[in-house]
């Protein structure tokens, strides 16, 4: 059944979120702090102003996303000093950005890695150059800081009107409930068949229909891909769990941080320094023979610059390509228009003390079963001050099987309704929470992550789209249809591979 805004309210005044006038406490303060969507929708309306002056440059980074700064990092790390970064918003980021606060750090989006494999040695190095690192056992494996581990409690879910530990709702559960799914080792033709179908198919095939599994599988989903079960890839739904165990088939221990994957991104802006330049608008990227010409329109000033460089790395979100390339504007490829990209609305939600709870107490990371949102995760739980004022992370993927109507929706939804719809989603776990928040601040994402639908995995459209043109390359988690940060980092070194091969330059052993 779905609520009314007229049921909504009521029911916020049952659970003592609305009160009389007289007397009445002054509700959260806050804001939609971004992104900037107005900037972006400047290239989009057909806005290429000239060039002021130019300057010459090795490499052009555009974006400051994991894979652009991924790509600079790499640069940097190899020697070859001479790039610009060109990021569209105020900090660079992309999904993985943090802000900060009065009490504490919070994640703006991705806010954690699983410990990679020691195989993994790009990002086993970037991880030791943020201090995540304290040194290495007798088989020369990291060990990992006990600050950055995620401890405990780690998870908690909210069912049938109280907190349990741990993901699953286990509470009354029939034993078909708790029947573990297995499934038998395929080859390679058989894993990239389960692209062919959905995830809601696969488990249907497979005659998984416990709706707590289902429900499980689904949050799944949508925390990765901020997709339904029925919007996912069969192979992109299986890669979400597998890819949560470690050698032993164990599942695989966090990583996180109070700002989450924002420390990993100043980590890499750190090494950029001024060679990254924010509120850079890319508005014309001309490839030919001879490199890359890059226009930009700095925000701030309302001036337009000009990069010859001899080569460029396209670390933004696909679809801009049809507006800024300037070969594909008149006739875009096809494969630029199978990429699709789901909406989400974050918030931080700042609390003067720690919410009422029944049942398991607060965790890192807090989901609510029968919810639309993900729940929330506790930025100050790395800390260890488990009493007093706090930041809750709260995450809400638009879901709509049309994401175009779901981008109309979250741009076109008020800062005050988005604050009434979390606080009346939460209450309910938490009663009595409206009194306690002091500020929420509001982040949309309009583009915020690809969709690895079905059928699109092992598609001939997701190769063609990491394919270079002349010495444009790209890279994004775009290229791999999943938005994650071991796939964007992946591709921000793949492209800085082949600038310093094109260059003639050694690459470190960590990034080859």
Same mark, same amino acid.
């Given at each position: 059944m779905r609520l009314s805004r007229r049921d909504l309210l009521r029911g916020l005044a049952c659970v003592g979120l609305t009160a009389c006038a007289r007397g009445r406490r002054r509700g959260p303060t806050g804001s939609i702090v971004g992104g900037a969507v107005a900037r972006g929708h400047r290239v989009r309306d057909g806005f290429r102003p000239a060039a002021r002056s130019w300057q010459d440059v090795t490499v052009a980074v555009l974006g400051a996303g994991v894979a652009g700064l991924s790509a600079a990092w790499a640069l940097d790390r190899a020697g070859l000093t001479d790039f610009v970064v060109l990021e569209l918003e105020d900090t660079a980021g992309g999904t993985a950005r943090s802000g900060t606060g009065p009490l504490t750090p919070y994640p703006w989006g991705a806010h954690y890695v699983p410990v990679p494999p020691p195989e993994n040695r790009a990002l086993? !190095? *970037?991880?030791?150059?943020?201090?995540?690192?304290?040194?290495?056992?007798a088989r020369g494996r990291p060990v990992w800081a006990e600050d950055v581990l995620v401890r405990d409690p780690q998870e908690r879910v909210f069912f049938r009107g109280q907190w349990y530990e741990g993901l699953y709702p286990r509470a009354g559960a029939t034993a078909r409930d708790l029947q573990e799914p297995r499934a038998r080792g395929s080859d390679d033709a058989d894993v990239r068949a389960l692209d062919r179908l959905s995830m809601a198919a696969y488990m249907d095939a497979h005659d998984w229909r416990s709706p707590r599994l289902r429900w499980l599988v689904e949050y799944g989903c949508r925390d990765d891909f901020g997709a339904t *079960?029925?919007?996912?890839?069969? /192979?992109?739904?299986?890669?979400?769990f597998a890819a949560r165990l470690d050698e032993g088939g164990q599942p695989a221990d966090f990583l996180t941080w109070p700002e989450g994957n924002g420390r990993l991104v100043a980590q890499m802006a750190r090494r950029a320094g001024p060679r990254l330049r924010t509120a850079a608008?890319?508005?014309?990227?001309?490839?030919?023979?001879? +490199?890359?010409?890059?226009? /930009?329109?700095? #925000?701030?000033?309302?001036?337009?610059y000009g990069l010859h460089a001899r080569h460029a790395v396209f670390a933004l979100p696909r679809f801009l390509a049809a507006h800024v390339v300037a070969p594909w504007r008149a006739s875009p490829p096809a494969h630029l228009r199978e990429t699709v990209y789901g909406s989400w609305m974050v918030a931080n939600l700042t609390l003067r003390d720690r919410p009422s709870s029944r049942g398991f107490p607060l965790a890192w990371d807090n989901v609510l079963y029968d919810s639309a949102s993900l729940g929330y995760v506790v930025a100050t739980h790395q800390t260890g001050r488990d009493f007093g004022p706090t930041v809750l992370t709260y995450y809400m993927p638009l879901v709509d099987d049309d994401p175009s109507v779901a981008r109309r929706r979250l741009l076109a939804t008020r800062w005050e309704d988005w604050v009434e719809a979390i606080l009346a989603d939460l209450s309910r776990a938490h009663p009595g929470l409206s009194a306690i928040v002091d500020n929420v601040d509001i982040y949309l994402w309009g583009h915020a992550m690809v969709r690895p639908r079905p059928g699109f995995m092992w598609s001939d459209a997701r190769a063609a789209s990491a394919q270079p043109l002349?010495?444009?390359?790209?890279?994004?988690?775009? *290229?791999? +249809?999943? !938005?994650?940060? #071991?796939?964007?980092?992946? /591709?921000?070194?793949?492209?800085a591979e082949a600038v310093l091969r094109a260059e003639g330059r050694a690459v470190p052993p960590e990034l080859g």
């Open positions: 086993v !190095a *970037l991880l030791e150059e943020a201090g995540a690192v304290t040194g290495h056992d *079960l029925a919007q996912t890839s069969a /192979w992109a739904g299986v890669h979400y608008l890319v508005t014309d990227v001309l490839p030919h023979d001879g +490199g890359v010409d890059v226009v /930009w329109h700095d #925000e701030r000033h309302e001036r337009t002349g010495r444009l390359r790209f890279a994004h988690t775009d *290229l791999s +249809g999943m !938005a994650l940060f #071991e796939e964007a980092q992946h /591709w921000g070194l793949r492209a």
